[in-house]
Antibody, heavy 120, light 110 residues
Framework: QVQLQESGPGLVKPSETLSLTCTVS??????????WSWIRQPPGKGLEWIGY???????NYNPSLKSRVTISVDTSKNQFSLKLSSVTAADTAVYYC????????????WGKGTTVTVSS | QSVLTQPPSASGTPGQRVTISCSGS????????VNWYQQLPGTAPKLLIY???QRPSGVPDRFSGSKSGTSASLAISGLQSEDEAHYYC???????????FGGGTKLTVL
């Protein structure tokens, strides 16, 4: 049973960089069958796709966030990570990592989510 | 503003059948399959329906999905109190090369 677990600071100051890590257990981030994705949900709002990474390191980002986002993968630690720079209060959200099947394009496994608040 | 359009709310009484609509465009629903996620209060979304009308193991057959053209719908029959949740539609978008979501529908069981 694959499980995903987000980790990282719950509070980030405006203009700084948000950094989160997703640890994969029960499966391998090196699997060629999946993209590894980040999705966020502002308080009381809907879901927003941030981006995804393939085990090879190839990435795709939401154009609305592309200039500020970097997603990376560490196959030795079975983890993938999110960095979002120059954050503002609008980046306050629950951040989820999720697994997306290549070619089937749905998120079948989600982490529990981690709340990140941007405030001074 | 979400790419896919859903009604913000829906409601029904126990035992009733309710449907939730989802509207998109040719670059997402029109050319890819639709998935539905259920989000219970305070929890992560959970895959409810995939590939338009398929249920993952463990999802009751009270839940069903359909798609026609650039629209899709989720139907819940025999409504139960535990179905009270937010429901999100999603589809891959060829222009984005990534998933797009609806704004979510809050289902209330009266």
């Amino acid at each position: 049973q694959v499980q995903l677990q987000e980790s990282g600071p719950g509070l980030v100051k405006p203009s700084e960089t948000l950094s989160l890590t997703c640890t994969v257990s029960g499966g391998s981030v090196s699997s060629g069958s999946y993209y590894w994705s980040w999705i966020r949900q502002p308080p009381g709002k809907g879901l927003e796709w941030i981006g995804y990474i393939y085990y090879s390191g190839s990435t795709n980002y939401n154009p609305s966030l592309k200039s500020r986002v970097t997603i990376s993968v560490d196959t030795s630690k079975n983890q993938f990570s999110l960095k979002l720079s120059s954050v503002t209060a609008a980046d306050t959200a629950v951040y989820y990592c999720a697994r997306v099947g290549v070619g089937i394009y749905y998120m079948d496994v989600w982490g529990k989510g981690t709340t990140v608040t941007v405030s001074s | 503003q979400s790419v896919l359009t859903q009604p913000p709310s829906a409601s029904g009484t126990p035992g009733q059948r309710v449907t939730i609509s989802c509207s998109g465009s040719s670059s997402n629903i029109g050319s890819n399959t639709v998935n539905w996620y259920q989000q219970l209060p305070g929890t992560a979304p959970k895959l409810l329906i995939y590939s338009n009308n398929q249920r993952p193991s463990g999802v009751p057959d009270r839940f069903s999905g359909s798609k026609s053209g650039t629209s899709a719908s989720l139907a819940i029959s025999g409504l139960q109190s535990e179905d009270e949740a937010h429901y999100y539609c999603a589809a891959w978008d060829d222009s984005l090369n990534g998933p797009v979501f609806g704004g979510g529908t809050k289902l209330t069981v009266l």
